[in-house]
Each structure stands twice: as structure tokens, then as C-alpha cells.
């Protein structure tokens, strides 16, 4: 069927005719990323000898005998000469991925195969055991700029060794990852000799499986435990108790404040201030984003009778109350000077965040709560699932931040499909390339073409007070790409700005300059951080803790607190909002002057970059092979032909001999002294102490030899 | 509609009389394994013999394996996946069992990839599936018939030492709400 299906000549019947399938046993430069940015003669002698002892590389694909990792194994198919492979290529792979899930099942070949497990194996989750991926720049599926497939490519950082990854920097296990897999783009693009899929680390290809896998797999579990879990306290809570009645719970969990639900009615606050405050929050435009999200609803049904919009009613109302019920609290009543914040007993998505706490697999991930005798919400069994009103609420929004951050990668972390997965992970370009993010081609021109459009920004922005400001000034081409994946219906980001990136980047690049609003505010309290005083693109929190980061204001006079309270710890924050308008309202001049210098520093840098300019080189393995063997290394000058796509031997009749002998043979010449019209003469190899005497004639080449000569299959 | 009537009228008893073991077979593929002790028609409506039936079960599907389905479900037993306290109608349980649209899951089991081998917590889960201290609980899934893929846990059978049982698995969870709002 496969067969049919790719080749609709019907010319080739038998697959290995045109398929080799092969086990990786270590890996070579031949099936690795280039170690230099320019293929050398170190380079090419490298890969020669190892074209010369393939079975220190492969196996055949049916050799279980060198699978060192009973696990795991890494397979690799070569496709011999398919003609016009380009047309077909991607349908091939797509066909092989839906045949295998097939055969696998269902194919008479499998059971011989699998015996006596083979009833065993129709049971096994094969879609998510097997990963194809290319190991060159070549795509295995069409490179597209979708939330999945971009999640699916980040899965590459998941190679790197289990001791040295620092899975505190890795999204797909945050609790609060950034706003989007298209972040990936504000990282530099790795160099061309850069190991990105950490190959080189590995004596062995099984190893590097067995890491990656075990990776992998921990990373999946552990957020399809996160999901899980979220679903089920949302399906309970949402079912059972309305947001009104958790919010009248939690009315009445104040009305009985001692000093453990203190710090719990603190958590609260300070959390739903943190996550979705109306204009604090930097968090809340990402996780509104979940109302709109189709990807769970297939998820929710394989495991829940709920659905998303129910969960998020709840939330959304939940959260407006919470927030409007704190912000009128009597908080110097509540949190006196006696009281002391136990920081550990936020939320971990809260301690990750503000406290930067790093992750840890082992660490809790259940928020804390106060026991009481009479829980608010419990299974009839006897499982509690909350305690009082302000544990229910504190469940409801670390469920919904659960939801929020496994969104971001939930194709590859929960595949819902029945396909077997494949990705680009060797290739950091092709998903940049789908998003229009990068083009290598057209880098030069590029480069002008940006020049010229930052000098538009600085006329069009100059005048126009308009938040596209800051997506076009921190992220090159960003406003174009985003605008093309809306129109796709691919990823539905808002095409504004990224409030987190933009905090960040305004103060770097902003800060110092003068009349830049820098917001400052000094909160009417020193212990709670969630109230905020908002005025003119100024804001600002007070902590109890003076950190590193703060910034400490002795006074200002726009602000009408609590005098005693002045020279409090007290935080910058800049409202980005009013931050972006009124850097237009304010200083129009200084906009013009900003994009024109933007412009000009991106101009010069780019033009200076010598690694983004795209070079193309096609090199034979078996000329590099050839030209080793005759020579027994590789020259400078041998180098640059084989950069061409030349070989280093020269078109003679010896040439063809030596050609010809290297091929029938494991022979590697390191002296010749022969020529085609005396039809007779010698030739030194390194696989032999004494000359090969050789004699030409009508019947080809005979060689006189005492030793004996390792034929080539 | 007849016959129906006919085998509910034969089981009105909650107390089962037959005893269910699960058997690997040497080329790795499980049987329930039902023995009737002769008071009721059990093993004849499911396999015509008076004494004993041996079905063998047939593969359930991305069982073996980490999907989120099997996670759940695995994560909920005993949870929120509770018997119902009804004891299950013998009519419904001899149709899943001789239709073979089941597959059964228990306390250590080639499916449960999520818990330890052996681990306290995978046999404490399955114990709460019973209402009482049981020696042995056999979870027994709904599968599409087709496909093979799980639908829902529907019965549970608990093992007692000197009994068994069947019960359903309830759909919906019961809770207790601890709070009016007239306590405000």
C-alpha cells in the first residue's frame, strides 16, 4: 500500500530497493551537525575514516545483538535515489507514520515479529513510544508556524544531559512559562557548529536516546499528572459549588480570621492580584488567552464531562470578586505589625514567579491550606477537596494556571492525535523560516529593506501614539509574522505587544534616559504588595522585605499616603499601558530620535554579521571517501574541490583505476607508481606492508598480492 | 425483550455466587477465569458450563503506555472513580463479559505504568474501589467495540473473604457541600 502510494510509477516493487534501514550505533559527522562553520580538510579526513568503518556506526536494522539500552534504540532510514523526492517527500513521511500505526497493529509480519508478546503489543500506545525526526537541515513534515509544531520542535532542549539540563529554564515544566512558544524567536539562532541536539555528549546513540527519552518522558508525566489534576479539582469545584458561594465562603473564612488563615486570606490576594488583576496583572492578557483556546477540548473529553467554558465562567467571576473583595479589605486591621509572612506557603506558580524559586521534579506541587473540622467541599468517601472558601478560590485559579501554562505546550507534551509524532528538532531554522521570523536567502537584502522600514517607524510612530510601537521596536519582522499567523488561523496570539518582554526591554532600554515615566508609588501599607496606587502610568508596590531589585523613593508628591509609610520598600513598575501613550504624548521628538538610532545601530550590526549569511555547500561522501583512499588525506586544495562538489583525483586512466580498485576494495593508497600505457606497475597502501603489483590489460586490472585484500560488498 | 425480562427475573439477589480470578496465559494474554458454585445461572448465561468460564480478554487500546486517558484514570481510582454502593445488575455484567466489550485493570497490572510495581499506594487505591476489606478488586471497563479504546469504568468486583460482590461505578460523584449562605 505504501508502496503505491509513494511511487505511482509502480516501477520499483521490492522497498529495499530503495530503502536502507539502519540502527545508529554512536554517531558520525555524517549524521551530526558540522563541527566548524566551514567544512575543512580536519572535517573531511574525519568523516572519511569513518565512511571507511561503517560498523563502528551502524548495524543492520534487524542486529538486535548492539542495542546496548533494552529501552530504546535509534533507527535510520536512507532513501536511495528517489527521483523528484521533493514532490513526494513529506506525503511519504506523513503515509509511513499512518501505515506504521497500522502494521504495528494489525500487520500478519508483526506477529512473528513481537511473539509471545504480540498480544501485548495491539495494547501499547505506539504513537507516543516512536518520534521521527530528519537529522539534517531537510524537514520531515512541512515546517509550519503553529503553536504545535513549535512546541513539538522545542522538544530539542530536551536533549541535553540530565545532569547539566537546568529545568528551571526549560518552559515545557514552568508554572509560568513565557507567553508563547514563538519567545523561541527572541533567543540568538545557534551557530552552524553548534551541537543543539547535544550529540556529542554521548559515546553511544543509545544513551543519547535513553537520556532524551527519560527526559521526555518525565517531563510528560509530569504535566499530564498537572493537568490531571487540574481538570479534576475544576470538574468538583465547578460542579458542585458556584463562584458566588465560594466567594460568600471565603466572606465568612474572614469573618473568622486567626493567625494561620491570615497568611492563607494573604496568599489569596496577592496571588489572584498577581494573575489577574485588571491593570496590574502582566499575566492576566496570557491567561485569558485560555477562553479562546480549542486545543483542550478534546483533552477535557477523554477525561472529564466538564468543559472549558464552564471552568472559565467560574474563574472569570471568581477572580473579579476575589480581587474586588481584597482591595476593600481593612488591611492594617488584618496584616498588623505583628504579622510575619511565611513565604513558602504561596502557590508554586507564585514562589517560581516573584520568588524565583527554581523547579524541582520532587518539590509539592499541592498548595497549602488550613485544616479545619468541617471542610467546605468533600467527595462523600471522605477525600477533601477544600478546606474553607479561600482554599477552593486559591484552587480554582492554581488549576487555571495549570491550564494556562500546559496550553503552551500541549501538543507535545499531551499528543491528542493518533499519529505518530515527528518533528524538525535538528533544524532551529525551519520553524523560524514557517513563522517569517528568518530568511537566511534573503538576509542582505533584508538587511537594507529593515533599514528602510525602521525609518518608516520613525515617521509613522513619531506621530502616532500607538502601542504597535513595541513590537515593532523589540522584535524585528514580529508585527509582519504575527499578522500572517492570525491570517492563517494558525496561533492566536494578540498581535499588540508581549507585556513581560516589553517590561523588560523598556527598562533596558528606556530607563536611563530622561523623561521616560518611571512609575513610582508608595503603597498605604508595607505588608501587603497587592495594593496599588495607579496614576499616570505610576504604579508601584511597597514588600515588608527590601530585595536587591527595589528601588527605594523618598517621596513623591503625587502620591497621597500614609506619610509614615514614605520611606517603605517600594518597587518601580512602569504601567506599560500608559507608559506607551504617553511617551508619544510627552516627547514626540524623542520617539523620532529613538527609532532613527534603533535603525541605523541594526543597520551596521547586520551587516556585520558574520555568521546569518547563508553559504551552501554540496559535498559527496563517497568523493570525500575516494579522494582519502587515494591520497590517505585530505589537502587544502583537495578541500575546496570537494567544497565544489569535485573530486581530488584527476579524470585519467589511473585515476579510473585507482577509482575502480578503492571501490571493489578497503584500500587506502598512499603511493602509486603506475600508468595505464607501460600496462604494468605498483601501487602502496597502508592495509599492506609490501606494494600491490598491478598489470592492465584487455581484461581489466589483476593484482599480485601476498595479502589479503578486505573485498567491499 | 422477552429474555430480558426472563434473566432479571433469574438474578434478584445482590450476593454473587461466583468467584473471579485473572490468569496470564504463557503467550502473555489475560483471562478472567469465572467459577460458579451452581446457585444461579451465572456461568450457564455466560458460557453455557455450570461451573466455570474462561474468557479471554481482548487487547485494550494505548493501555500500555503514559496518554493521558489511562493517566486519569489510573490517578482517579479511588478517588473520584468510587463504586456506587449499588450492586450491579447480573443481566448487565454477563452481557459486558460475553460481548467481551470490557477490559479489567487491577491493583498490579500491565497497564499501570504510572504507579511502582508493587507499590502500597497501587494496591490502597483498589481496596477503596470496595466498601469493605476485600482480598482481591477487579475494575471492569466499557471498551468500544471496534476500536477497542476505553469508554468508562463500570463495574467493580470486590472479593471479600467469605463472599463476592459486583458493584457499578457511579458516573457522578457524590459531595458534601459544608455551607449555606444563610451561615453568613
Known amino acids: ?713 | 425483550m422477552y429474555s430480558a425480562f426472563f434473566l432479571i427475573i433469574l438474578f434478584p439477589v445482590s450476593i454473587y455466587a461466583q468467584v473471579m480470578e485473572l490468569n496470564w496465559t504463557p503467550n502473555f494474554r489475560k483471562e478472567l477465569v469465572v467459577t460458579c458454585d451452581g446457585s444461579d445461572l451465572f456461568c450457564e448465561s455466560l458460557c453455557e458450563a455450570t461451573s466455570q468460564c474462561v474468557i479471554k480478554e481482548g487487547p485494550c487500546r494505548d493501555c500500555i503506555g503514559t496518554s493521558l486517558k489511562i493517566n486519569h484514570l489510573i490517578s482517579e481510582i479511588g478517588n473520584t472513580i468510587l463504586n456506587d454502593g449499588v450492586v450491579a445488575n447480573k443481566t448487565s455484567v454477563v452481557e459486558s463479559l460475553k460481548s467481551n466489550r470490557f477490559v479489567t485493570f487491577v491493583a498490579q497490572d500491565v497497564y499501570n505504568v504510572i504507579d511502582a510495581a508493587r507499590s502500597v499506594r497501587a494496591f490502597k487505591k483498589f481496596e477503596d474501589l470496595c466498601p469493605d476489606e476485600s482480598v482481591n478488586q477487579i475494575l471492569f471497563l466499557s471498551v468500544e467495540p471496534r476500536t477497542r479504546e476505553i469508554i468508562k469504568p463500570e463495574f467493580v468486583y470486590c472479593d471479600y473473604f467469605d463472599r463476592t460482590e459486583i458493584f457499578e461505578v457511579s458516573s457522578e460523584i457524590k459531595m458534601d457541600v459544608q455551607f449555606s449562605p444563610l451561615h453568613l
Open chain 1, 1 to 713: 500500500m505504501l508502496e503505491t502510494n509513494w511511487i505511482k510509477s509502480g516501477k520499483i516493487s521490492d522497498a529495499k530497493q530503495y530503502s536502507e534501514c539502519k540502527i545508529i550505533k554512536k554517531f558520525s559527522t555524517l549524521n551530526s551537525n558540522l563541527t566548524v562553520s566551514k567544512p575543512d580538510r580536519t572535517l573531511f579526513e574525519e568523516m572519511a575514516k569513518e565512511i571507511e568503518s561503517p560498523e563502528s556506526f551502524t548495524a543492520a536494522c534487524d542486529d538486535f545483538s548492539e542495542l546496548t539500552q533494552p529501552e530504546v534504540a535509534l533507527y535510520q532510514f536512507d532513501l536511495k535515489n528517489p527521483e523528484n523526492f521533493d514532490e513526494y517527500g513529506f506525503d511519504f513521511w506523513h503515509s509511513l507514520k499512518i501505515y506504521l500505526s497500522w502494521a504495528f497493529r494489525n500487520s500478519p509480519e508483526m506477529k512473528p515479529l513481537a511473539e509471545p508478546f504480540d498480544y501485548l503489543f495491539q495494547s501499547a500506545n505506539l504513537e507516543e513510544m516512536v518520534l521521527f525526526f530528519s537529522n539534517g537541515c531537510q524537514s520531515i513534515k512541512p515546517a509550519t508556524c503553529s503553536e504545535k509544531d513549535l512546541s513539538l520542535d522545542n522538544l530539542r532542549y530536551l536533549t541535553a544531559t540530565t545532569g547539566e539540563l537546568d529545568w528551571s529554564k526549560l518552559e515545557s515544566v514552568r508554572h509560568v512559562p513565557d507567553s508563547s512558544p514563538l519567545e523561541e524567536f527572541s533567543k540568538p539562532l545557534p551557530l552552524l557548529e553548534e551541537d543543539i541536539l547535544n550529540l556529542g555528549d554521548y559515546e553511544s546513540a543509545d544513551e543519547w536516546v535513553k537520556n532524551f527519552r527519560d527526559n521526555f518522558v518525565r517531563t510528560r508525566g509530569y504535566n499530564k499528572i498537572r493537568l490531571s489534576r487540574a481538570v479534576t479539582n475544576l470538574s468538583l469545584i465547578t460542579q458542585n459549588v458556584s463562584s458566588e458561594l465560594v466567594k460568600n465562603k471565603v466572606v465568612k473564612d474572614i469573618s473568622e480570621l486567626n493567625s494561620e488563615s491570615k497568611q492563607q486570606l494573604y496568599y489569596l490576594c496577592s496571588e489572584f492580584s498577581l494573575a489577574a488583576d485588571k491593570d496590574l496583572s502582566f499575566l492576566r492578557k496570557d491567561i485569558w488567552r485560555l477562553k479562546d483556546l480549542k486545543i483542550f477540548d478534546q483533552v477535557l473529553k477523554d477525561i472529564s464531562q466538564s468543559n472549558l467554558e464552564s471552568f472559565w465562567k467560574h474563574f472569570e467571576t471568581l477572580s473579579s470578586d476575589i480581587n474586588s473583595l481584597c482591595q476593600n479589605l481593612k488591611q492594617r486591621s488584618i496584616w498588623d505589625e505583628d504579622f510575619q509572612l511565611q513565604k513558602e506557603g504561596f502557590s508554586p506558580w507564585y514562589q517560581e514567579l516573584v520568588y524565583e524559586k527554581s523547579f524541582n521534579f520532587t518539590d509539592d506541587v499541592t498548595i497549602s491550606y488550613e485544616k479545619v473540622s468541617k471542610p467546605f467541599l468533600s467527595i462523600q468517601s471522605g477525600n477533601v477537596i477544600c478546606q474553607n472558601g479561600i482554599h477552593c478560590a486559591r484552587l480554582v485559579l492554581d488549576s487555571i494556571m495549570s491550564l494556562s501554562s500546559i496550553s503552551h505546550n500541549l501538543s507535545a507534551l499531551v499528543p491528542g492525535s493518533r499519529e505518530v509524532m515527528s518533528n524538525n528538532m535538528a533544524n532551529p531554522y525551519s520553524s523560524r523560516m514557517a513563522c517569517g521570523a528568518y530568511d537566511p536567502w534573503a538576509k542582505r537584502n533584508a538587511t537594507i529593506f529593515d533599514f528602510f522600514q525602521d525609518l518608516a517607524q520613525t515617521a509613522v510612530f513619531g506621530l502616532l501614539p500607538t502601542p504597535v510601537y513595541v513590537g515593532a521596536t523589540l522584535d524585528p519582522k514580529r508585527v509582519v509574522s504575527f499578522d500572517t499567523l492570525i491570517k492563517e488561523g494558525q496561533v492566536y496570539y494578540d498581535p499588540n505587544f508581549n507585556t513581560k518582554r516589553l517590561k523588560l526591554a523598556l527598562i533596558a532600554d528606556l530607563g536611563p534616559l530622561t523623561g521616560i515615566p518611571c512609575s513610582v508609588s508608595i503603597s498605604g501599607s508595607r505588608l501587603n504588595p497587592f495594593q496599588y496606587y495607579m496614576f499616570n502610568g505610576i504604579s508601584a508596590s511597597t514588600c515588608k522585605e527590601r530585595s536587591t531589585n527595589d528601588v527605594v523613593v523618598s517621596s513623591s508628591s503625587e502620591v497621597d499616603s500614609d506619610k509614615n509609610y514614605r520611606q517603605a520598600c517600594a518597587t518601580c513598575a512602569i504601567n506599560l499601558q500608559t507608559v506607551a501613550s504617553s511617551a508619544s504624548i510627552i516627547n514626540p521628538l524623542f520617539r523620532v530620535s529613538f527609532f532613527l538610532i534603533k535603525g541605523v545601530v541594526r543597520l551596521v550590526s547586520n551587516l556585520k554579521d558574520p555568521h546569518d549569511l547563508a553559504r551552501d555547500w554540496s559535498v559527496s561522501p563517497n568523493l570525500v571517501s575516494l579522494s582519502y583512499r587515494y591520497r590517505g588525506e585530505i589537502s587544502k586544495s583537495c578541500s575546496k574541490k570537494l567544497l565544489k562538489g569535485k573530486s581530488c583525483l584527476e579524470k585519467s586512466c589511473e585515476g579510473e583505476i585507482l577509482d575502480e580498485l578503492t571501490s571493489k576494495y578497503f584500500i587506502s593508497p598512499t603511493l602509486t607508481d603506475f600508468s595505464c600505457i607501460g600496462g604494468k606497475g605498483y601501487l602502496e597502501i597502508k592495509e599492506c606492508d609490501h606494494p600491490l603489483q598491478l598489470k592492465f590489460g584487455r581484461n581489466g586490472t589483476t593484482i599480485s598480492t601476498e595479502c589479503k585484500l578486505k573485498k567491499r560488498i
